[in-house]
């Protein structure tokens, strides 16, 4: 039982410190360095919702009395308890004798009453429709302040339509198509034209003019399909898709737009003939849209640029140029050998949830998972990568582009009890025998996880400093430089959920002029030789960020790889996601480099894990926390197990 009593200190001690990430403060247990005996993903679950749903419960808590008859129960304790009793599928996460349950339980009638009275109050028929306007309320408190509208019950927050983050389904084509899902799962929902009415249309609530919800509120049901990505579909920032069938049955993939980029440009039916390996694959999103991309049949050749856009003949929305992936197929038939995704992850748990999301997508047929492997301890001239043709790096980064719901620090609304009975804390019904001490934060009616004299975005665990962005980059680079050594590898991409440039054009122009890419040939891709989804993808390389790497490398080196190809022509092949374009995506940055050159690069002993920081002296709890942190961020993209594959 001891979820509600460290999910209730976390809270109570973020308070007091006035600073980090929500998600920092469960993992870093920087606050009082005191183990947590619950998994952290509940306690951050568990954290997460309450808080959501906060504002709501408070008038609930307080008008049923609850604090006032429960005088051991904390306001924060009480949150947490009675969210999980009125909104959590299996209830409170107690036995029945608990005294923690059994306290709220003996007001249970009551508290469902005035939740009900709650729903009805605002205008909702049903608890889903209740349910996705709470979410639509804090997915735009993600991107703005929220208007703190106390006692109207009012929680959607004042934000522009340049601040969305959308919602993002790719339609795994493994096992389905988007024609059929458009027809299935999707058959009740409107398909807007452009993604600005996504974007223009925040979270919001339809009147449903149907008899036997005449004047009710429900959710608008809007989905968009992407015209850049083949079978990705968007939806409003308040579109809950966990609960579809298709995506319990691995049918429906949530991954951002972005995401899906660095499979898509690696182009797997043209760019290459052989292998392709994932070399930090966990959680396995981009392996399986490899997968999906490798098994799909050569989109056609559009009859004209509309149609490039349009329904192919199998029901997926392409954006594809016309192909020579036809002469692939050819190619592939000739030399009479299945290809094979080769999926690489050091770390055991990741690679075990690699094979979950692996085996539920139905890839495991077409990939290979090799767990307890760190790329740069891979030999590249071992026979068991021979036939690796093209590799997908996207190696850990500073994760600044992440859109999470950690980002902006959440405001709690705690219920308020009588003055006489404000002297409760946490741990009072732990132990009969003593008290403690009052606790500043038990006595206060909220929590503001971020103080206003700190700006929360600057604050949280995504921030890098100087030197540590230098820290990375140089991993980075080493990463990609060995990535070079395969040698039947044709193509590769490079990606990061990063905006810093150090991570991003600089690793890409110094690996242009290192020694290993003049050796066997390796360049850039240039942007007319992408696919046209991505080839017209609007925003590009930051050119000012590769002329400035191109200064800090030798400059022998920058005349002999660099200047040849053109500093402008280089940023233009890079490709970048902006949260804040009206896209609907977080940050992220990808390049990929072909290889036109025969050699064979000399491998150096390499030693340093793959997958993991790069600053291996740093052995600190944020430190460590942060590698967790980011690790964990990766996983919320899909949400394919339950939580007690978790433990």
Not at 85 to 102: D, E, K, W, Y
Not at 509 to 531: C, D, F, M, N, P
């Amino acid at each position: 039982m001891s979820l509600y009593y460290e999910a209730a200190s976390v809270l109570e001690q973020a308070s007091q410190a006035g600073g980090g990430s929500l998600k920092s403060h469960v993992y870093s247990g920087r606050d009082n360095n005191t183990k947590l005996n619950s998994s952290p993903k509940q306690i951050y679950a568990l954290i997460s919702e309450s808080t959501k749903w906060s504002l709501v419960l408070r008038d609930v808590i307080e008008r049923s009395k609850l604090l006032h008859l429960e005088k051991k129960l904390t306001p924060t304790l009480a949150l947490l308890l009675v969210h999980d009793l009125l909104l959590a599928n299996r209830g409170i996460a107690a036995t029945s004798a608990h005294p923690l349950r059994v306290s709220v339980e003996r007001s249970k009638a009551r508290l469902k009453a005035e939740f009900v009275r709650e729903r009805t109050k605002r205008g909702f028929a049903t608890l889903e429709a209740f349910r996705a306007h709470v979410n639509g309320a804090a997915a735009n408190a993600a991107a703005s302040s929220p208007v703190e509208d106390v006692k109207s019950g009012s929680v959607v927050p004042t934000t522009t339509a340049q601040d969305f983050h959308l919602r993002w389904a790719r339609v795994n084509t493994i096992k389905t198509t988007t024609e059929t899902q458009l027809k299935t799962t999707f058959s009740k929902y409107t398909r807007v034209q452009e993604i600005t009415s996504l974007l223009d249309t925040p979270p919001q609530l339809t009147i449903s003019s149907s008899p036997e919800s005449q004047g009710q509120k429900t959710p608008s049901l809007l989905l968009y399909l992407d015209r850049n990505i083949p079978d990705l579909l968007a939806f409003p920032p308040n579109t809950d898709l966990t609960r579809l069938a298709a995506y319990e049955k691995g049918e429906l993939i949530l991954q951002d737009k972005a995401s899906c980029f660095p499979a898509y440009l690696l182009d797997p039916h043209r760019s290459c003939i052989g292998d392709i390996m994932d070399t930090c694959a966990a959680p396995g999103n981009k392996t399986s849209h490899l997968a999906a991309l490798l098994l799909s049949p050569p989109p056609p050749p559009p009859q004209s640029p509309l149609l490039a856009a349009a329904t192919s003949s199998s029901g997926s929305v392409r954006a594809d140029d016309p192909s020579s992936s036809a002469s692939s197929t050819r190619h592939e038939q000739k030399r009479g050998k299945k290809r094979r995704i080769w999926a690489i992850e050091r770390d055991a748990d990741r690679a075990t949830s690699l094979t979950k999301m692996v085996s539920l997508a139905g890839a495991s047929g077409i990939v290979t998972i090799k767990p307890r492997q760190d790329f740069l301890r891979l030999d590249p001239l071992a026979p068991e990568w021979s036939n690796v043709g093209a590799l997908l790096l996207d190696p850990s980064c500073s994760g600044s582009g992440m859109v999470s719901r950690d980002e902006v620090l959440p405001r709690v609304f705690l219920p308020s009890r009588n003055p006489q009975d404000q002297k409760t804390t946490t741990s009072s019904l732990r132990s009969k025998s003593r008290r403690k001490p009052t606790t500043k934060a038990a006595q206060t009616t909220s929590i503001d996880l971020h103080p206003k004299s700190e700006p929360a975005r600057e604050e949280t665990l995504l921030s890098y400093s100087p030197t540590r962005l230098e820290s990375l980059s140089a991993f980075q680079l080493r990463l990609l430089l060995h990535a070079f050594r395969f040698p039947n590898a044709r193509r590769i991409t490079y990606s990061t959920c990063s905006i810093h440039a150090e991570e991003n054009e600089q690793v890409i122009v110094k690996a242009l002029a290192s020694s290993i890419a003049a050796s066997v040939g390796w360049r850039t891709l240039y942007r007319h030789e992408q696919v046209s989804g991505l080839r017209e993808w609007p925003i590009r390389g930051d050119a000012a960020a590769v002329v400035m790497a191109a200064t800090s490398v030798d400059q022998s080196d920058v005349d002999q790889q660099l200047r040849s190809a053109g500093l402008e022509q280089i940023a233009e092949a890079c490709i970048r996601c902006d949260r804040t374009s009206g896209q609907g995506t977080m940050g992220f940055f990808v390049a990929a480099f072909v290889r036109d050159g025969d050699g064979i690069a000399s491998v150096e002993p390499l030693t340093r894990p793959a997958c993991s920081s790069p600053d291996a002296t740093d052995s600190s709890p944020s430190h460590v926390s942060d590698v967790q942190a980011q690790q964990d961020a990766d996983e919320e993209e899909w949400q394919g197990f339950d939580d007690d594959d978790d433990d």
